[in-house]
């Protein structure tokens, strides 16, 4: 019996899957992890996402955010590691998705349940009146985004450094984790606290847990059932292929 047969029938007779994803899984949709080498922070300083930072000197850090994660990320697709996971919740089997990413794109991959953990790009939140606005109603240039409600200065709603993770999302992924009885890990390394924390309380809570990934991680040998090291969307393949969707 294949490693694939296997999982595909672990699949199969599990009632409550979630999804954890990280970086790794967009990398083939061309945007860079932030750590590591190679990662964004190797070639700009984070102190463009300190939120005091952007509250006092928005005029330096604003083009460099929009830069990044604008024009940049915007360009970004789905790849078939996304499109996997939107057939298995289409299918039945994944109940949601936790994402540590803000690219909005298993979203356009067409999942519903997915709960963004460290915000999304997809809007912007006055830091005076806390209007929220969507990032595809403004017009951005190398000017900080101003509310059109009060003027105040516009943020991204993804969570900046000196930012809490958001109630609704952390509650959500911590409840997703505690219930559900089987976990895909797939592109995330487990560097990011207190996110890493999630796939643990999976384990603990009785989950089987499924690691894609190109590398080893600090999950390999502490609580992965299963270790698939191929690139996201080629396990992906294999593994629907497998399932027959």
């Not at 750590?35 to 083009?63: C, F, H, M, Q, V």
């Not at 915000?119 to 939140?125: C, E, P």
């Not at 609704?168 to 390394?189: Q, W």
């Not at 502490?222 to 992906?236: E, L, R, W």
Request: glycine share 8%.
């Amino acid at each position: 019996m294949n490693e694939f047969k296997e999982i595909a029938d672990l699949i199969r007779h599990s009632g409550n899957i979630c999804a954890f994803t990280g970086a790794g899984i967009s990398v083939e949709s061309g945007i860079p992890p932030f750590r590591g080498e190679g990662g964004l922070w190797s070639k700009y300083d984070p102190a463009i996402l300190d939120l005091d930072t952007y509250k006092t000197n928005s005029e330096k850090s604003w083009p460099v955010i929009k830069k990044l994660f604008f024009d940049f990320f915007g360009k970004a697709k789905v790849n078939d590691a996304h499109t996997g996971l939107a057939k298995l919740e289409k299918a039945g089997y994944l109940k949601s998705i936790i994402t540590q990413n803000i690219d909005n794109l298993h979203f356009d991959a067409g999942n519903k349940e997915v709960y963004e953990y460290h915000g999304n790009s997809r809007q912007m939140l006055c830091l005076s009146c806390s209007e929220v606005e969507q990032v595809k109603n403004i017009f951005l240039n190398d000017k900080a985004p101003r509310c059109k409600n009060c003027g105040g200065l516009l943020k991204p709603d993804f969570i900046f450094f000196g930012e809490g993770i958001p109630m609704d999302a952390y509650e959500n992924s911590l409840n997703a984790a505690r219930t559900c009885d089987l976990m895909i890990l797939i592109g995330t390394k487990g560097e990011v606290i207190p996110a890493s924390s999630l796939p643990y309380i999976a384990k603990e809570s009785g989950a089987k847990i499924i690691e894609i990934n190109i590398e080893e991680t600090v999950y390999t040998a502490s609580i992965s059932d299963y270790f698939i090291k191929q690139k996201a969307s080629i396990a992906m393949n294999n593994l629907i292929k497998e399932l027959n969707l």
